[in-house]
């Protein structure tokens, strides 16, 4: 099958209608849908996921609320219910604990007690006095997409909404900021303007290779964590999840921090992992600037979180780009150490504005390159979230190489918001084909396309709808 993305059409300038009304491009093994069709798809999956106040990432394997992913279904599904984007967004931060932390995970009281590994009892988030009362949670945070979300869902409210959805713009706005005030200061433990995550779960790219120096060297002492069983491998199949020696550590440091009462200081001073992530960061530089427009809206002065921007800015080009490589490095702070591996989250930064030229230049090289586009070499399917051609490389596996829809969605963005639009339509080409060929899987395999992870996922219907959506709106404000 040949997966191969037709790059000669594009121009550099102008950016094309969603290319997707060439169905298959010949290839045989793609489904002639159309867009509309994958649109009425797309709506229906969202709809059969949604409880009636939030969406479930899918059903059996994610029973339960996600922060990021409710932010990437918001945008989408804004662009026909508002109504319910918005919901999506409010119940998410109705579990915001005081310190202003967005948990990762808001667990359902209704669903089973064994629908998901590891739960409330395990996490015990009300050990923590800032966690919300009688709502159980994680204790770990992800992500800071919700500013940009919310700012998105506004701009896509219909114009009967409008007054409903400035309302609850300003609703939202004072949680927002707390949620980045969080991050400024109880994640910032040297003051550099960049916010540490201290489990690999708060980067949403759990077993990213991004990591792996520092992860894989974390010993679980033995005893330390009571026999378990895996419920995601109840759903999905191991090869295409973390390994349990990942799994082991990933609850090992559940267990630090729970212990540890989720105290931000004690966690902080203590985790054995303390990573600044180039593609956590960088979205709360994009949501910062949505805040300087969310601010502009509701009557409040953005002038703070032009401020904010600025540090967050002038921190990711001082300490995360490593000129010798011409490429954002994550920083393990325990260690003091640049990580060197080549994977999706130092294209992140890609969604700063002000990005020096120079710099987007030497990203989309790399995005060119054979480790993520052996476009003249054989079929594939762009973005792979770790380089190709690396030791370690798993086209199969979770975030060690395959294509994720919300990642080339952040990319297509940041793309298109410099000027980059044949590679931003690439991007935009493959993401429809996979979902032509595979459907609305959790992750593609870069090479031939099949798909895996979950079924019927929530963000991979969300943001090809947006994708679809942003291209058909001329008058969209963009980035
Ligand atoms: C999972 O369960 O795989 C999630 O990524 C953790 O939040």
Request: with cysteine.
């Amino acid at each position: 099958m040949d997966g191969r993305v037709d790059t000669g059409a594009m121009s550099q300038d102008q950016p094309t209608a969603f290319p997707s009304s060439h169905p298959g491009s010949g290839d045989p093994a793609i489904a002639p849908a159309t867009d509309e069709a994958l649109l009425a798809t797309a709506r229906e999956l969202l709809d059969a996921n949604w409880t009636g106040r939030y969406t479930r990432p899918s059903q059996a394997l994610y029973p339960h609320q996600w922060s990021w992913d409710s932010a990437f279904i918001a945008v989408g599904r804004s662009w026909y219910d508002a109504e319910r984007a918005r919901q999506e967004l409010e119940a998410l931060f109705e579990a915001q604990w005081e310190t202003g932390m967005v948990p990762s995970i808001v667990f359902d009281p209704k669903a089973p007690p064994d629908a998901y590994f590891p739960g409330p009892d395990v996490w015990q988030s009300q050990r923590s006095p800032a966690s919300p009362r009688g709502r159980p949670t994680s204790g770990i945070t992800q992500p800071p997409l919700h500013a940009r979300a919310a700012l998105e869902v506004h701009r896509h409210a219909p114009p009967d909404q409008s007054t409903a959805s400035l309302a609850w713009l300003e609703r939202m706005y004072p949680r927002l900021v707390a949620q980045h005030r969080y991050l400024d200061s109880a994640r910032d433990p040297r003051g550099t303007g960049l916010a540490a995550i201290v489990h690999p779960w708060e980067s949403g790219l759990d077993d990213s290779p991004a990591w792996d120096r520092d992860f894989d060297r974390i010993e679980v002492p033995s005893g330390a964590l009571p026999p378990y069983r895996r419920r995601d491998l109840d759903h999905a199949v191991a090869s295409d999840r973390p390994t349990d020696a990942d799994y082991h550590r990933f609850l090992y440091l559940l267990t630090l921090e729970r212990d540890a009462d989720y105290d931000d200081a004690r966690v902080v001073a203590a985790a054995p992992f303390l990573m600044v992530d180039p593609l956590f960061n960088a979205i709360r530089l994009w949501s910062e600037h949505a805040l300087v427009e969310i601010a502009g809206l509701v009557g409040a002065d953005p002038a703070p979180h032009r401020a904010v921007a600025r540090r967050i800015h002038d921190a990711m080009l001082g300490e995360l780009w490593i000129a010798r490589r011409q490429r954002f490095c994550a920083w393990d702070l325990r260690r003091n150490q640049r990580e060197p591996e080549d994977t999706i989250v130092s294209f992140a930064p890609l969604l700063d504005p002000d990005l020096p030229r120079p710099i987007v230049a030497a990203i989309c090289r790399e995005l060119e390159s054979p480790s993520f586009h052996p476009s003249r070499e054989g079929p594939h399917y762009l973005v792979p979230t770790f380089d190709v051609r690396a030791q370690g490389f798993d086209p199969d596996r979770y975030w060690r190489g395959p294509v994720w829809l919300n990642t080339n969605w952040l990319l297509w963005h940041g793309l298109r918001q410099h000027g980059r639009n044949a590679l931003a339509d690439e991007i935009a080409v493959s993401s429809s084909r996979l979902v032509r060929l595979s459907g609305f899987r959790e992750y593609f395999d870069p090479l031939d396309g099949s798909g895996h992870g979950s079924d019927r996922f929530s963000w991979s219907a969300a943001l090809f709808t947006d994708m679809v959506m942003t291209n058909r709106s001329p008058t969209h404000e963009g980035p």
